[in-house]
């Protein structure tokens, strides 16, 4: 019996993350299923005001918590009043029986609201304010680098992702362990940079510009495209064109490069079921490491080469603004 020659559009296939050493299944044939449930409903319009008096982030109001928001004006940071971290240690007795194994954390979380206004997500701001938002990033990320090991920059966006509060905002978690996704992520880049010599990301970059089959966005500094890996329908990794390790080795033009490129991508978003697009988004970049308890020993040097900053953008859609993408099985 010969065998047929192989499609991958017809042909269901695995592929590799060589970001996490897992195998993805790829079944492309099934989109020509039968489908009886909605396939295209219009989203209801939706006008928010600039303004909600009774929203907990809008300017001048009063948070669940019972703290009077400022008159902010612009970008505005503050202590999450709910934190899923906390910064004080605690002593935790270990369990005897290694199948319970338990041990303390601590962290710090924040909120970031974009802007004052209560009707604009990112795609809908200026430049010059998504340029304040990355910057705020940064800022962040550098600070809370001197004290943790990881920073996670992310956002949730929409009630579909769990977003309890409609005015748009990120939040940023600090912790001093290193998340799971990431410890894997360090691990698979660190073994290829030994292995090739060369950064996973960096030559994955010029892959992608190469081919272009699944590029979304490019600018003069940033590229995003549906990994090859992807595993929901409208996946997308943003990342930048040279070797960036942390947010702090932009310079200022590739700043502003990543401000274009982020209201690109979730303008594209936003278009697609012209909807207010729901995704989770989160930055990675080279962790950060505790510094040593013994002051008189020479300070540890942890080689980060290995490591390239990107976005990675989750979006729930699958037909529509109201069918979503379920991970079931």
């Known amino acids: 019996m010969s065998k047929m020659r192989f499609n991958s559009?017809?042909?269901?296939?695995?592929?590799?993350?060589?970001?996490?050493?897992?195998w993805i299944i790829v079944s492309p044939h099934r989109t020509e299923r039968p489908w009886r449930g909605i396939i295209d409903e219009k989203p209801l319009p939706v006008t928010l005001p600039n303004y909600d008096k009774h929203c907990f982030?809008?300017?001048?109001?009063?948070?669940a918590s019972g703290d009077i928001n400022p008159d902010y004006q612009d970008v505005y940071l503050?202590?999450?009043?709910?934190?899923?971290?906390?910064?004080?240690?605690v002593d935790i007795i270990s369990a005897d029986n290694p199948l319970f194994k338990i041990e303390p954390v601590s962290g710090i979380c924040r909120v970031l609201c974009f802007s004052p206004d209560h009707s604009k997500t990112l795609p809908e701001l200026p430049l010059a304010q998504i340029r304040r938002v990355i910057d705020t990033w940064n800022a962040q990320i550098e600070a809370l680098g001197q004290r943790y090991i990881w920073v996670q920059v992310f956002e949730n966006k929409?009630?579909?992702?769990?977003?309890?509060?409609?005015?748009?905002?990120?939040?940023?978690?600090?912790?001093?362990?290193?998340p799971d996704e990431l410890a894997r992520k360090d691990e698979r880049l660190r073994q290829?940079?030994?292995?090739?010599?060369?950064?996973?990301l960096m030559d994955y970059v010029e892959a992608e510009r190469k081919s272009g089959s699944r590029t979304v966005v490019e600018t003069d500094d940033w590229l995003a495209v549906v990994p090859y890996?992807?595993?929901w329908p409208f996946e997308t990794m943003l990342l930048p064109k040279?070797?960036?390790?942390?947010?702090?080795?932009?310079?200022?033009?590739?700043?502003?490069?990543?401000?274009?490129?982020?209201?690109?991508?979730?303008?594209?978003?936003?278009?697609?079921?012209?909807?207010?697009?729901?995704?989770?988004?989160?930055w990675h970049f080279a962790p950060f490491f505790k510094p040593q308890r013994d002051t008189h020993s020479a300070p540890?040097?942890?080689?980060?080469?290995?490591?390239?900053?990107?976005?990675?953008?989750?979006?729930?859609?699958?037909?529509?603004?109201?069918?979503?993408?379920?991970?079931?099985?």
């Not at 503050?78 to 240690?89: I, K, R, S, T």
Request: aromatic share 12%; glycine share 6%.
């Open 192 to 200: 290829y940079y030994r292995q090739q010599g060369s950064s996973l």
């Open 229 to 231: 890996w992807a595993a």
């Open 9 to 22: 559009v017809d042909h269901p296939h695995r592929r590799y993350n060589p970001l996490t050493g897992q």
């Open 78 to 89: 503050f202590e999450n009043d709910y934190p899923a971290l906390l910064p004080e240690h």
């Open 300 to 329: 540890q040097k942890h080689d980060i080469d290995h490591w390239q900053l990107h976005a990675l953008f989750y979006p729930p859609l699958l037909r529509s603004s109201s069918v979503r993408k379920f991970m079931v099985g």
């Open 158 to 178: 929409g009630e579909m992702m769990g977003c309890s509060q409609p005015h748009p905002h990120g939040q940023i978690w600090a912790s001093d362990f290193l």
């Open 57 to 63: 982030l809008c300017p001048n109001n009063p948070r």
């Open 242 to 282: 040279s070797h960036i390790r942390r947010m702090s080795e932009l310079t200022q033009a590739q700043r502003d490069d990543l401000a274009v490129a982020i209201k690109k991508l979730t303008s594209r978003y936003d278009n697609l079921f012209q909807c207010a697009f729901p995704y989770s988004m989160g």
